[in-house]
């Protein structure tokens, strides 16, 4: 569990709000802007669906020698379609983390 009374630790999450949520989304309430934040972390699912699908496809077209694409450009393909996974996960796991901080900001009163 995170200490979200720690004042650095607000000024992070805080950043990352203003990083995830448009300007428009930062006025809402509270309880809208974990909506919103949940719809984020829902579009995400896709991102990574896409994503996975993308390497299975160059994956499988490689493997049967479908395309002709050279070893060197499928581990590229493969680097960089990891990488983008990698990086959605980071994403979802700061979107649970807001969702987290918004909830302990609104039960404090600080909403």
Known sequence: MTDFSNEKEQEKLESYLKIH???DSQSLSVQEQIEELKKKDRNKWIMLAVN??????FGYSF???????????????VAVFGINVGLIFYQKKQLRELVE?????QLHGQG
């Open 63 to 77: 493997y049967f020698d479908i395309t002709e694409l050279s070893q060197t450009f499928f581990i590229i393909i």
């Open 52 to 57: 996975i699908a993308a390497v299975l496809i």
């Open 101 to 105: 901080y918004l909830n302990w900001k």
């Open 21 to 23: 949520l448009k300007d």
